[in-house]
């Protein structure tokens, strides 16, 4: 199965603060990425696919690029709702697999 | 609006089993791929498995793959997951979503999760 590695693990970060995380696979995928928002107790949600296609609704600060095997989440302008854990998933192959999440807190 | 709605976690023992199900409404169920995906408590998510339209296509994730088994019925809009064999690992919030294709591995909608925990 291919290996999904984020980085980083955690990062605080303040309101207004540009923010940007990693995720990297263990062999090309493409573009076929896409990027999961999830906050305590609630399910994911969807931001972006296609590795930089943002989800219809999602707010424009969010933004993805890369192609292969390193790809880039970033929040230009973090916003108090944007405290969250972030995911990234691989839809090339299956089984499908998920980073292990980058926790985005409060500085 | 689309909605997803889980249903049938609970206790059981190890080597018990379980079916878990998802009521779909708001959308045309038959179109789309269906997928659940797993959440342990206090760790990331997990990909658990996907099914196409017609049903007639699945996968799994290795460590559930012998285990699981995932089924739809479109004349109900539910798609389940027949959980076998538990281990004391399979203890998490089971979630299913819908894809945005047949299949394309990118899932628009999320229900809020069933509890399935596993322990003697």
């Known amino acids: 199965a291919i290996q999904m590695t984020q980085s980083p693990s955690s990062l605080s970060a303040s309101v207004g603060d540009r923010v940007t995380i990693t995720c990297r696979a263990s062999?090309?995928?493409?573009?076929?990425l896409g990027w999961y928002q999830q906050k305590p107790g609630k399910a994911p949600k969807l931001l972006i696919y296609?590795?930089?296609t943002l989800q219809s609704g999602v707010p424009s600060r969010f933004s993805g690029s890369g192609s292969g095997t390193e790809f880039t989440l970033t929040i230009s302008s973090l916003q108090p709702e944007d405290f969250a854990t972030y995911y990234c998933?691989?839809?090339?192959?299956?089984?499908?697999?998920f980073g292990q999440g980058t926790k985005v807190d409060i500085k | 609006e689309v909605q997803l709605v889980e249903s049938g976690g609970g206790w059981v023992q190890p080597g018990g089993s379980l079916r878990l199900s998802c009521a779909a409404s708001?959308?045309?169920?038959?179109?789309?791929?269906m997928t659940w995906v797993r959440q342990a408590p206090g760790k990331g998510l997990e990909w658990v498995s996907i099914?196409?339209?017609?049903?007639?296509?699945?996968y799994y994730a290795d460590s559930v793959k012998g285990r699981f088994t995932i089924s739809r019925d479109n004349s109900k809009n539910t798609v389940y997951l027949q959980v076998n064999s538990l281990r004391v690992e399979d203890t998490a919030v089971y979630f299913c979503?819908?894809?945005?294709?047949?299949?394309?591995?990118?899932?628009?909608?999320w229900g809020q999760g069933t509890l399935v925990s596993v322990s003697s």
């Open positions: 062999q090309a995928i493409r573009n076929d």
């Open positions: 296609s590795a930089s």
């Open positions: 099914i196409t339209s017609a049903g007639g296509t699945t």
């Open positions: 998933l691989q839809d090339y192959i299956y089984p499908q697999t």
């Open positions: 708001g959308f045309s169920f038959s179109t789309y791929a």
């Open positions: 979503a819908k894809d945005r294709g047949d299949p394309n591995g990118v899932f628009d909608h």
